[in-house]
């Protein structure tokens, strides 16, 4: 099994650099998206196991990002972790996304929320 891949969505780079350093850590390959206009294409493109999304961007915000995911069959079983100043007052079905975390983002929370994603499914 090869590397996992992890695509970052926020629109502060500080933000998505530090999620890249702690995915780094966790010997995934990343790539950052830092406009959300450029979001879906780069998921098509990159292909990642898993994407973090923030919720409060420009353009387009997380919501409609999700909602452009959810509906194409190429991308609506991507697991998707939201990483937001707002994300536990966001009500979102559990079916839609696999997780929420509130920044500021705890190393060791959002370590222990990716891992439990990115693990291989029993079989």
């Known amino acids: 099994m090869g590397r996992k891949r992890v695509l970052i969505i ?19 390959d990343v790539l950052c998206v830092n406009d ?6 780069a998921v098509r493109s990159f292909k990642p196991d898993l994407i973090t999304l923030d919720l409060e961007m420009p353009h387009k915000d997380g919501l409609e ?8 069959p ?14 536990q007052e966001v ?8 997780g929420k975390l509130t920044k500021p983002v705890p190393f060791g929370a959002f370590l222990d ?5 990115l ?5």
Do not use: H
């Not at 009500?91 to 696999?98: F, G, Q, R, Y």
């Open 10 to 28: 926020d629109d502060d780079p500080a933000m998505s650099g530090l999620l890249e350093e702690f995915c780094g850590e966790m010997g995934c």
């Open 36 to 41: 959300s206009r450029n979001a879906f294409a």
């Open 65 to 72: 990002v999700l909602r452009e995911l959810r509906g194409d």
């Open 74 to 87: 190429q991308t609506k079983t991507i697991p998707v972790l939201i990483v937001s100043i707002m994300a």
């Open 91 to 98: 009500p979102i079905a559990a079916e839609t996304v696999l």
């Open 113 to 117: 929320k990716v891992r439990n994603l």
């Open 119 to 123: 693990k291989p499914a029993a079989t």
